[in-house]
């Protein structure tokens, strides 16, 4: 298959670099025009995926035309924030039409939109528009290392070809008609991960962690049912799989953002240092609006916003979750 990725950062290079070893014909594009220059010169994404030699048949391009001529799928491996623009670029380039998988995980600021409604919004008449969620690093994936990921789309027939197209025996794909759901999962962990970190980082203990991530995965699947998700996808890969990794996983942005607010570092400073997008972050915000929307208590999530704002400090927003009024479960 022809896939074009969209995106050069570590997630985006690190998929091309696999389906190019997989036998697929890969291009790669970004607006960086530099950083595209420098890759495509080194063979290797030295600032965001260092130490991985590109296959040949895996190209990097400074034209989107270039880049999208034969393409079957186009694959976006931006952040959230940069996902609209390159869905209206594929509208400006007469690419609208191709077959889309988003690879990125949030909630769009100021629409609160899911990834896949974003492209859907933008390329309202294209019917195979779907995601790429799951418990995955990409340094594990650019080593070959084993993993499982989701590809879940409203159109069940395409995500079925699609699965069977690219399951490789490194990268395992599953297919899902919930695209709720696997959104909703991949993107909220994110916001459990920050939490864990805070707590890992302010030694509270693996008690606390295991309780976080507990309580994490039930606020995640309140959330996902009330927007019309299935609870079983919560049980699965791109639900408590992608949240356990992301918790715990020493590879995490979001729980190394955790991890330097317990230091007492300022957000800023955290987000420097990590030199990366921690799309949980930016989805917080959106979280708890769309929690209120549906009326759905989201007590982590309201008290990590709470610091974010800085009406609280990081002690406050464990001793503020512990002090909660006891219930059933």
Same mark, same amino acid.
């Given at each position: 298959?022809?896939?074009? $990725?969209? /995106?050069?950062?570590?997630?985006?290079?690190? &998929? =091309?670099? *696999?389906? +190019?070893? %997989?036998?697929?014909?890969?291009?790669?594009?970004?607006?960086?025009?530099?950083?595209?220059?420098?890759?495509?010169?080194?063979?290797?994404?030295?600032?965001?995926?260092?130490?991985?030699?590109?296959?040949?048949?895996?190209?990097?391009?400074?034209?989107?035309?270039?880049?999208?001529?034969?393409?079957?799928?186009?694959?976006?491996?931006?952040? $959230?924030? /940069?996902?609209?623009?390159?869905?209206?670029? &594929? =509208?400006? *380039?007469? +690419?609208? %039409?191709?077959?889309?998988?988003?690879?990125?995980?949030?909630?769009?600021?100021?629409?609160?939109?899911?990834?896949?409604?974003?492209?859907?919004?933008?390329?309202?008449?294209?019917?195979?528009?779907?995601?790429?969620?799951?418990?995955?690093?990409?340094?594990?994936?650019?080593?070959?290392?084993?993993?499982?990921?989701?590809?879940?789309?409203?159109?069940?027939?395409?995500?079925?070809?699609?699965?069977?197209?690219?399951?490789?025996?490194?990268?395992?794909?599953?297919?899902?008609?919930?695209?709720?759901?696997?959104?909703?999962?991949?993107?909220?962990?994110?916001?459990?991960?920050?939490?864990?970190?805070?707590?890992?980082?302010?030694?509270?203990?693996?008690?606390?962690?295991?309780?976080?991530?507990?309580?994490?995965?039930?606020?995640?699947?309140?959330?996902?049912?009330?927007?019309?998700?299935?609870?079983?996808?919560?049980?699965?890969?791109?639900g408590i799989g992608d949240?356990?990794?992301?918790?715990?996983?020493?590879?995490?942005?979001?729980?190394?953002?955790?991890?330097?607010?317990?230091?007492?570092?300022?957000?800023?400073?955290?987000?420097?240092?990590?030199?990366?997008?921690?799309?949980?972050?930016?989805?917080?915000?959106?979280?708890?609006?769309?929690?209120?929307?549906?009326?759905?208590?989201?007590?982590?999530?309201?008290?990590?916003?709470?610091?974010l704002r800085k009406e609280?400090?990081?002690?406050?927003?464990?001793?503020?979750?512990?002090?909660?009024?006891?219930?059933?479960?």
């Amino acid at each position: 298959m022809n896939i074009t $990725v969209i /995106g050069a950062g570590s997630w985006g290079t690190a &998929l =091309a670099i *696999h389906f +190019a070893l %997989h036998g697929h014909r890969v291009a790669l594009w970004a607006r960086n025009r530099n950083h595209i220059q420098t890759i495509e010169a080194d063979r290797e994404n030295k600032h965001h995926l260092p130490g991985f030699t590109f296959p040949e048949n895996l190209t990097a391009h400074t034209d989107l035309t270039d880049a999208l001529k034969d393409s079957e799928l186009v694959l976006i491996a931006t952040s $959230v924030a /940069g996902l609209r623009d390159s869905a209206q670029l &594929l =509208a400006e *380039h007469n +690419a609208g %039409h191709l077959p889309v998988l988003t690879a990125c995980k949030g909630f769009e600021q100021d629409t609160g939109l899911m990834a896949f409604q974003v492209v859907k919004e933008v390329l309202p008449d294209n019917n195979c528009i779907g995601l790429l969620s799951g418990p995955s690093f990409a340094q594990e994936l650019a080593k070959q290392l084993p993993c499982a990921v989701v590809l879940a789309s409203e159109n069940k027939a395409w995500i079925e070809a699609l699965v069977g197209s690219l399951n490789t025996n490194v990268l395992r794909l599953y297919g899902s008609e919930d695209v709720i759901g696997v959104a909703v999962g991949g993107s909220v962990k994110n916001i459990m991960a920050i939490a864990t970190g805070l707590s890992d980082g302010l030694e509270y203990g693996l008690n606390a962690r295991a309780a976080l991530v507990t309580r994490g995965l039930a606020e995640i699947t309140r959330l996902a049912v009330a927007m019309g998700a299935q609870p079983k996808t919560m049980m699965g890969l791109a639900g408590i799989g992608d949240l356990i990794l992301t918790c715990t996983g020493a590879l995490s942005r979001n729980r190394r953002v955790g991890l330097g607010l317990a230091e007492g570092k300022e957000l800023h400073e955290v987000l420097l240092e990590i030199g990366h997008v921690s799309e949980g972050v930016s989805t917080i915000e959106e979280v708890f609006n769309t929690a209120c929307k549906y009326q759905i208590d989201m007590p982590i999530t309201h008290t990590l916003l709470q610091l974010l704002r800085k009406e609280l400090n990081p002690q406050q927003v464990v001793e503020r979750l512990m002090d909660r009024e006891a219930r059933f479960e």
